[in-house]
């Protein structure tokens, strides 16, 4: 829903990617709406009618239950295994990637070597993945399998928190109290412009999601046909979180470096420890250290240097 310039990019994505994707990776903050995306990805594929198969990172065997698995025996599937197979000739949707235990990132990554050795003219299965951290900088740390994520991100969706597309927030807001109303069997109600504007106004961290918990509150404190500010919540004044006060322009390096520094400095100096956390090598942190230590000193020398 909406008219913002960053809707509009991403609904001329869904329409060009949804027909030809093969895999797409979908990054947002949590509650932005990353699922809706993926079901619109779907539904425009060649699989449309085939299942979408959503799982989350984290829980592949919840999943597997929900999906018919009754546990397996030495030569059945694992979680993701019995996953892929349910979702072939549609979608596997794997929400919070990011979250994904090693052993199954590790299996995903087989899979998509599988995948991409078959025939693609008899590929019958499309992989979406979504995450709320940046798999590229976690890549680059050493957290995240490299090649997993060039695989995953063949396609890659920015999803804009909604504080960046706030042109959207009234179309958003009306649709949801409308969909709300109905199901209490009501006419939905009008926002007043006070209203309007104090929801303008507030951070919406949790994005569409804290939207809709917000209205659906709401609407149960209207007597009248209009919302007004005083049956809206009392946003609180909320921070804004530490990552979005820096420069969006930050190069990946320097974020890298900042997060190998912060994670040395809770290893208390210790540098094999530091190494172990981050999942790299002793001699990948030195070099990683050593340049980190080029880049400033000739910044500290200069700032000294004589005119």
Known sequence: MGSSPETQRLRLQVRRIGPHFRTVLISGEAGAGKRRIARALHARSRAANGPFVACHGAALEVAAAAYGSQGRGADAPDALGYLHRVAQQGTLFLDAINEMPLQDRLRLLRLLRRQDA???????????????????????????????????????????????????????????????????????????????????????????????????????????????????????????????????????????EQHVLRVLQDCKGNKVRAAEVLGISRSTLYRMLDATSAAVMPRASTKHSPR
Not at 168 to 173: F, K
Not at 210 to 224: A, F
């Open 118 to 256: 078959a025939d693609a003219t008899r590929l019958q299965l499309r992989i979406i993945a979504t995450t709320s951290e940046s798999l590229k900088i976690l890549a680059a740390a050493g957290r995240f399998q490299q090649e997993l994520y060039e695989r995953l991100a063949m396609v890659e969706i920015s999803l804009p928190p909604l504080r960046n597309r706030k042109e959207d927030l009234l179309a958003l807001a009306e649709q949801l109290l409308s969909q709300f109303a109905a199901l209490h069997g009501r006419q939905a109600p009008a926002i007043s412009e006070q209203a309007m504007e104090q929801m303008q106004s507030y951070y919406w961290p949790g994005n569409v999601t804290e939207l809709k918990d917000v209205l659906q509150s709401s609407l149960l404190r209207i007597e009248g046909g209009v919302l007004e500010p005083h049956h809206l919540p009392a946003f609180r004044e909320e921070a804004v979180p530490a990552p979005y006060l820096k420069t969006n322009s930050a190069r990946l390096q320097d974020v890298v």
